[in-house]
């Protein structure tokens, strides 16, 4: 079945420092990913959306100047979270849609900013 | 505008028993409802989707009720074991577009 591998699952970095998150579809090219930002005991909020080659769209809210999402190959799309602080502590999650149609998710990355 | 509407927050069930979690959608563009099961640290997987064009799905122990014109779904885990505890998703989207996630249920299978 489709696989995405996610790395690091976990990272702890110093505030004002950068962070990169890979995000990589194993057996399927992936048109789309998607990157998630879950908080403890809550849902998956989605940050924003890239398609390969194109620049990402962002949500409502998400700073795209913070949160740097390069989609170069059908397969790797990273997440650099850029000067980050405490309060980008979060769990952030990837998801590819390609393969069968559906959609594949990460295994998630643990970030600690302190 | 939360699009998808999960209860319960929270469902403690005996192993053995039938847990049971319900979504609620407003989009009716919406064409793909899957649900996922997440563990701890760990990313969401895929348990089982649904299309609009049939009322129910089964696979294994965990079937999805589907009633379109209540623009409502639900899952139904039979057998429900200590194992199954974890916190489960629904979602839809429409035509491959972003999915929309529901709040979440901590499902607890007490043996």
């Known amino acids: 079945g489709a696989v995405v591998s996610q790395h690091p699952s976990r990272v702890i970095c110093k505030s004002g420092t950068s962070v990169k998150i890979e995000c990589r579809s194993l057996?399927?090219?992936?048109?789309?990913m998607f990157w998630y930002r879950q908080f403890p005991k809550q849902s998956l909020m989605l940050m924003a959306t890239?398609?390969?080659?194109?620049?990402?769209?962002?949500e409502q809210g998400v700073e795209k100047d913070k949160f740097l999402i390069n989609h170069a190959s059908l397969t790797l799309s990273t997440l650099t979270v850029t000067s980050a602080h405490p309060e980008d502590s979060s769990f952030y999650i990837c998801?590819?849609?390609?393969?069968?149609?559906?959609?594949?998710f990460g295994s998630g990355t643990r970030l600690t900013v302190v | 505008q939360q699009q998808v509407k999960q209860s319960p927050q929270s469902l403690i069930v005996q192993k053995g028993g039938i847990s049971i979690i319900n979504c609620a959608y407003e989009?009716?563009?919406?064409?793909?409802f899957p649900w996922y099961q997440q563990f701890p640290g760990k990313g969401p997987a895929l348990l089982i989707a649904?299309?609009?064009?049939?009322s129910e799905k089964k696979e294994g122990r965990f079937t999805i009720s589907f009633n379109k014109s209540a623009k409502q779904f639900s899952l139904h885990i039979m057998d429900s074991q200590p194992g199954d505890s974890a916190t489960y998703f629904c979602?839809?989207?429409?035509?491959?577009?972003?999915?929309?996630f529901g709040g979440g249920t901590r499902l607890m299978v007490k043996p």
């Open positions: 998801s590819a849609r390609g393969g069968a149609g559906g959609y594949t």
């Open positions: 057996d399927f090219q992936a048109t789309t």
């Open positions: 890239s398609n390969e080659g194109s620049k990402a769209t962002y």
């Open positions: 989009n009716t563009a919406f064409d793909y």
């Open positions: 649904i299309r609009p064009d049939v």
């Open positions: 979602a839809a989207s429409n035509a491959g577009n972003m999915l929309t």
